[in-house]
């Protein structure tokens, strides 16, 4: 009894933080929410922070879920934020996703999405978008996962023959996607030694959202923004960049965007608000980055996401 005690006060402590950070706590403030969400099932980045599940973004919009990016934890945070009241984000809804690249923080989450989906009973296939090379990757998961696909399919345990199918659309820059719900524009960005990396641009009745991708400053994403009502865009510490080995430097300054670089690319872009993703952080914290955004001269509305959280 002790132990199942002290297992469901941590487990108590543990969801505090994340609940809090939702608005379901009053029904006055969901009836002023927008129509369409933006709704982070992971900000995180490479590192095993266990706060913080891989980069996977949803925007919602009339009981429809459209996702960005695949990191791990994907299926699990798209249930929880079901569970506080996104109807669309059950699994068995998930059936539209677009990759910025395939990095491996973007894209582990993949076959969860595909897999355990169709296990929870989606029975459409899901409609993947993505760069060159995004079939390639499906192929070989699903090759990968054979015998998986031919037990639920052959065996005993019940299943549909459509669900784990993936149909897929490798895509250039420009309107990839209108459902007559949300009209998806895919815009080049630059990011470290990738060929092909995408942000991407929604557009609904009453929204424009840009979520940026990986990538460093980017005059791209001030096009696509153009005073957007939210602008979501991952960033790195610029007071810590400076500790960080050599060799990491080079990277992070040809892939990613600091926080002075940030400051001055979403100045222009002249976003209603700013959110903040994929953070890393190499010391300092969400207040931190913030702070910095305002030391380089941001004096937009801007917030450090956590997951879950809604926008």
């Not at 639920?152 to 209108?178: C, K, S, W």
């Not at 719900?181 to 470290?192: D, E, M, Q, R, S």
Request: hydrophobic share 45%; proline share 6%.
């Amino acid at each position: 009894m002790r132990y199942g005690v002290a297992i469901r006060r941590s487990l108590a402590a543990a969801l505090t933080p994340v609940l809090a950070l939702t608005p379901f706590a009053a029904p006055a403030a969901r009836a002023q929410a927008p129509l369409t969400q933006v709704v982070m099932l992971g900000t995180g980045t490479p590192n095993s922070d266990p706060d913080r599940s891989g980069p996977a973004v949803s925007v919602v919009r009339n009981g429809r879920s459209y996702l960005v990016d695949a990191g791990p934890g994907i299926v699990r945070r798209a249930a929880a934020a079901a569970r506080l009241g996104f109807e669309a984000l059950d699994p068995k809804h998930l059936k539209v996703l677009f990759l910025t690249h395939l990095h491996s923080d973007h894209t582990v989450g993949l076959p969860d999405l595909i897999l355990s989906a169709w296990v929870l009973e989606r029975s459409t296939p899901l409609e993947l978008y993505g760069p060159p090379g995004t079939q390639a990757m499906v192929d070989h998961l699903l090759a990968a996962y054979a015998a998986d696909i031919r037990n639920r399919l052959d065996g005993l345990e019940p299943a549909n023959e459509t669900g784990y199918q993936v149909n897929v659309h490798e895509i250039v820059p420009g309107m990839v996607f209108d459902d007559g719900n949300i009209k998806v524009t895919a815009f080049a960005v630059p990011h470290g030694d990738w060929e092909v990396a995408f942000g991407y641009r929604f557009d609904s009745v009453d929204r424009s959202i840009v979520i940026s991708g990986d990538t460093r400053a980017s005059e791209a994403v001030v096009a696509a923004c153009n005073g957007c009502d939210l602008l979501v865009h991952e960033v790195y510490s610029a007071e810590r960049f400076t500790s960080r080995p050599p060799e990491w430097q080079r990277y992070h300054a040809r892939a990613h965007t600091s926080t002075e670089e940030l400051a001055a690319i979403a100045t222009r872009a002249r976003a209603i608000q700013l959110v903040l993703y994929h953070q890393l952080y190499w010391g300092t914290d969400d207040a931190g980055l913030v702070a910095e955004l305002a030391r380089a001269g941001y004096s937009r509305r801007v917030v450090a996401a956590r997951d879950l959280g809604v926008y």
